[in-house]
């Protein structure tokens, strides 16, 4: 667990000093946070077909 936050600290770090590798570390980063993205785009998705489903419902007991 330690060691993992200090290679984000020197990812972080990295990211800020130069603006040219930038790129390699944010797709170094995505990589290890894939889970999470993925995770991410599955509650969006949730949420987004339970504001709908609620639309639906209002437009339905509306007419």
């Given at each position: 667990m330690?060691?993992?936050k ?11 000093r ?15 946070s ?8 599955f ?21």
């Open positions: 330690h060691f993992t200090y290679k984000f600290n020197v990812y972080r770090k990295k990211y800020i130069s603006g040219r590798d930038s790129a390699v570390v944010g797709i170094v980063g995505k990589s290890k894939l889970d999470f993205l993925k995770m991410l785009i509650w969006s998705l949730v949420r987004n077909s339970v504001v709908l489903l609620v639309l639906l419902m209002v437009c339905a007991f509306s007419v």
